[in-house]
């Protein structure tokens, strides 16, 4: 199997990918994709997008939305099937549990002194928690066919070969 990545990746970002290309045999090389991270150049009609967290996802869906949907409407209309894999950890494995994700962003509480006073504040009560991301995510799988899988960080490089070469 050879690999295309896509050449804007951060190289530190993608070492333990790389390493375990390495490990399993895998051809790999860097150049400009139309949109994703990761295609099999046997089947280049599927496509992997990787995003390092939910907050990442978060951010691209809410902050960066028009942006982020040019990009699922040029895969759909060049027929190319796009996975976006969030390496979140252990305790998301699927969309659904994305219902129950908790942002940090909006939880997180710190202190500040107001008026010689210390007063209790929340970083962003704005920002958008599980249950309004599983919401976009569905509402994106179901306009644009895009695919979200979820994995470990110590799991990427696999679930990429995983996909690309199953198809899933």
Not at 8 to 25: P, S
């Amino acid at each position: 199997m050879d690999i295309q990545i896509d050449s804007r990746e951060k190289a530190r970002a993608i070492r333990k990918i790389i390493k375990t290309f390495d490990e399993e045999g895998i051809n790999y090389f860097s150049s400009k994709l139309l949109v994703g991270d990761y295609m099999n150049l046997d089947n280049p009609r599927l496509i992997i997008d990787r995003k390092q967290n939910l907050q990442e996802l978060c951010g691209n869906v809410c902050q960066q939305h028009e942006r982020f949907k040019k990009e699922l409407i040029r895969a759909r209309q060049a027929g190319i099937r796009l996975v976006i894999l969030v390496e979140h950890g252990p305790d998301i494995k699927s969309i659904e549990d994305v219902y129950f994700w908790k942002n940090p962003r909006k939880h997180e509480v710190r202190w500040k002194w107001e008026n010689g006073r210390r007063v209790k504040y929340v970083v962003s009560a704005k920002a958008v928690d599980g249950d309004q991301l599983y919401k976009s995510l569905c509402t994106m799988r179901d306009r644009y066919n895009v695919e979200f899988e979820f994995c470990k960080k110590s799991d990427t490089g696999k679930e990429i070969i995983r996909i690309l070469r199953d198809g899933i």
